[in-house]
């Protein structure tokens, strides 16, 4: 693909330093459908990036679109902060009869703001609210938001360094697999919790990705997660499951976490909740967990009706039965192979994932990062991630057809080989 280099005068001269995926992909989008992007010279890209994730039903997805439009039309409400709405009432029932009921699920629904940090910070301050504690324990290469309190529980240093401030009443433990298995799973957890005189002060809840998406595609086994939530129900802690990019059917089932068939007290969702890409996240917590007082915890933008919509129609579209979730299964199956027969060639490297949330991880940073770029050269959108950017992940839409699976993994592979 010839790529004509854009004039983005505007972005640079105008726009703050801090923004960052436009640098690893130097052109001007325009509009997007199903898997694909095009930008305004006409390139089409597929797209394995999904909106980081928030795009789990593809761009501009016509059954989304055509709810959102019908409701503008007829001057739904936009924003109803956390009035009773029509929307509103539509998105709970949809997701309390195709979600939370059929996996006997008993969560209460608490909409804390737009996004998963928002999601993220409710699930903390409940925690501590409910406990009367100040401790979380987090993980290793954890990423939870990047507001104060979701980046005391996030792992990655550069992230953490721009908060300009101490992020205190946390404390770091192990991922699954973060020794290479040469120690028994939370030998030192249990050990600080048993010792009063670890100094660890009793936590009042952990908080935990069952994929670590921007750590590296770093997968905990079901077995780990029921001992965590089993160490968690010994110690009188709270589990907080952080569900913002691998739910919504990204490893197949609604929640990730169905696989271990734990049930955490609490869960954060936001990314692909709306469906469409619009501003929307949930806080998930056991009844009698809701301690809050009214107004407590509130936020302008958190009843976004217009969200409410397309996620109700997503909803209805794609969870009543199991047809996406086996689509899924099925996708994940050529991606790994994809990736095993690029791994074989490829001294050095592994590969790791679940669902539709994969990672190929390169000896050498640099090679992803060049990879990355060669892969936008020839028509395919790929992020980077782990602690160095050294792991190459692929996060397509779950809607998205064989063929078009089949010809961004080879775009995929041919670019790992000739950046080698």
């Given at each position: 693909?010839?790529?004509?280099?854009?004039?983005?005068?505007?972005?640079?001269?105008?726009?703050?330093?801090?923004?960052?995926?436009?640098?690893?992909?130097?052109?001007?989008?325009?509009?997007?459908?199903?898997?694909?992007?095009?930008?305004?010279?006409?390139?089409?890209?597929?797209?394995?990036?999904?909106?980081?994730?928030?795009?789990?039903?593809?761009?501009?997805?016509?059954?989304?679109?055509?709810?959102?439009?019908?409701?503008?039309?007829?001057?739904?409400?936009?924003?109803?902060?956390?009035?009773?709405?029509?929307?509103?009432?539509?998105?709970?029932?949809?997701?309390?009869?195709?979600?939370?009921?059929?996996?006997?699920?008993?969560?209460?629904?608490?909409?804390?703001?737009?996004?998963?940090?928002?999601?993220?910070?409710?699930?903390?301050?409940?925690?501590?609210?409910?406990?009367?504690?100040?401790?979380?324990?987090?993980?290793?290469?954890?990423?939870?938001?990047?507001?104060?309190?979701?980046?005391?529980?996030?792992?990655?240093?550069?992230?953490?360094?721009?908060?300009?401030?101490?992020?205190?009443?946390?404390?770091?433990?192990?991922?699954?697999?973060?020794?290479?298995d040469r120690t028994p799973d939370f030998l030192w957890f249990e050990q600080l919790l048993d010792d009063s005189g670890s100094g660890l002060d009793q936590p009042a809840a952990v908080i935990v990705e069952t994929i670590q998406g921007e750590g590296g595609i770093n997968v905990a086994s079901p077995q780990w997660l029921r001992a965590l939530a089993q160490l968690c129900e010994q110690h009188d802690m709270l589990l907080i499951v952080d569900d913002i990019q691998m739910g919504c059917g990204r490893t197949g089932a609604f929640f990730s976490f169905e696989e271990a068939g734990i049930t955490p007290d609490i869960v954060t969702v936001s990314k692909s909740i709306s469906g469409y890409g619009l501003p929307m996240s949930l806080c998930l917590f056991r009844p009698e967990l809701d301690v809050w007082e009214p107004g407590e915890h509130n936020g302008t933008f958190r009843g976004n009706n217009p969200a409410f919509v397309t996620a109700a129609a997503a909803l209805n579209a794609y969870w009543t039965d199991d047809k996406l979730e086996q689509q899924t299964l099925a996708h994940a199956r050529t991606i790994e192979a994809a990736l095993r027969d690029t791994a074989a060639h490829h001294s050095g490297s592994a590969y790791r994932g679940r669902g539709m949330v994969w990672g190929l991880e390169l000896p050498h940073p640099e090679h992803a990062g060049r990879a990355a770029r060669r892969a936008f050269q020839l028509g395919l959108l790929i992020e980077t991630s782990g602690a160095h950017d050294e792991v190459i992940k692929l996060l397509p839409p779950l809607t998205i057809t064989t063929d078009e699976l089949d010809r961004g993994l080879r775009i995929a592979q041919r670019a790992v080989y000739e950046t080698a």
């Open positions: 693909m010839t790529i004509t280099q854009p004039d983005l005068s505007v972005f640079t001269t105008l726009e703050s330093e801090v923004r960052s995926y436009c640098r690893s992909w130097p052109t001007v989008f325009d509009r997007a459908r199903g898997s694909h992007l095009h930008d305004e010279d006409g390139h089409d890209y597929l797209d394995f990036f999904a909106g980081a994730g928030s795009l789990n039903y593809g761009h501009n997805n016509p059954v989304l679109k055509r709810a959102l439009i019908d409701y503008l039309e007829h001057d739904g409400v936009t924003n109803g902060l956390d009035m009773s709405t029509t929307a509103k009432r539509a998105f709970l029932e949809f997701f309390q009869n195709t979600i939370l009921r059929p996996r006997e699920l008993p969560y209460k629904v608490m909409f804390p703001g737009p996004t998963g940090t928002n999601a993220v910070e409710a699930a903390l301050k409940l925690a501590r609210k409910v406990k009367g504690r100040e401790t979380i324990v987090s993980f290793t290469n954890a990423f939870h938001g990047m507001s104060l309190g979701s980046l005391a529980v996030t792992g990655n240093a550069f992230k953490r360094a721009g908060a300009g401030i101490p992020l205190v009443h946390t404390t770091r433990m192990p991922f699954d697999h973060y020794l290479d």
